[in-house]
């Protein structure tokens, strides 16, 4: 009886090993694909307006648009050829052996729904010798690209390409709204780390108690006594003896 008990468990355990295991797989999580633009994006922005370091005045605003739309939830955030305003910051013209240099700034990008996104040119300050070194992030039409020499002033024509990164994260998780979250800010701070444990004083300071005298080094000097005087001490009177 014992054998046939034992037979049979050793045949279900390998029916049971035959059975294919079934495994259930996770569902699928939710992309951020297409719902979330972070910062740091690269955008494609396109001058409609010359700029020359000879020239342009400081404070003038050049036109742009964004060679891309941008896209998020299938909506149209932003359409290809969305105007973007470019800030003359300053300039240098060339002369003494010094190439001409621009400096601009990207105004906030108008959205749909009211929003704007901010925007930062990966290189706010151009020479002619930086342009040509990065043909990538800032592209002239070729007829002009030949023109980069050192000396001279630079000259950004239509149509030129320029680099840009978003400085804000598009959130657009909620199908109701699209949120613009921006990184917090980078402090930089001198001072003293701030410790956790503040150590309890062994007495407390008395602001009106005066401090001991100093002692000098050395042997101590001994004080001087009196000098003697040099009237004689009167001599006792004697007294008369008894009669």
Request: glycine share 6%.
């Amino acid at each position: 009886m014992t054998v046939w008990r034992a037979g049979a468990a050793c045949a279900a355990l390998a029916a049971f090993v035959a059975l294919p295991l079934l495994v259930f797989a996770a569902p699928p999580q939710k992309s951020a694909a297409g719902v979330i633009l972070p910062a740091g994006t690269s955008e494609t922005l396109v001058l409609d307006q010359s700029i020359d370091s000879a020239s342009t005045q400081p404070g003038a605003t050049i036109a742009a648009h964004l060679r891309d739309a941008i896209v998020l939830r299938s909506t149209v955030l932003a359409p290809a050829g969305a105007t973007v305003h470019l800030l003359v910051a300053e300039t240098r013209r060339a002369g003494a052996g010094a190439s001409g240099e621009v400096f601009l700034r990207v105004e906030p990008l108008q959205l749909a729904g009211g929003i704007t996104l901010p925007l930062q040119l990966v290189y706010p300050s151009m020479t002619p010798l930086l342009v040509a070194a990065n043909p990538s992030d800032i592209r002239l039409p070729h007829e002009r690209a030949k023109s980069l020499k050192a000396g001279t002033d630079l000259v950004l024509p239509p149509g030129t390409l320029l680099s840009a990164r978003t400085a804000a994260t598009l959130d657009a998780s909620s199908p109701n709204r699209t949120v613009v979250q921006t990184p917090p800010p980078y402090t930089y701070s001198t001072e003293e780390p701030y410790a956790a444990y503040t150590p309890i004083p062994l007495s407390t300071l008395n602001p009106y108690r005066t401090a001991p005298p100093r002692k000098r080094g050395g042997k101590a000097r001994p004080t001087a006594s009196p000098s003697p005087s040099s009237s004689p001490s009167p001599s006792p009177t004697p007294s008369p003896l008894p009669t």
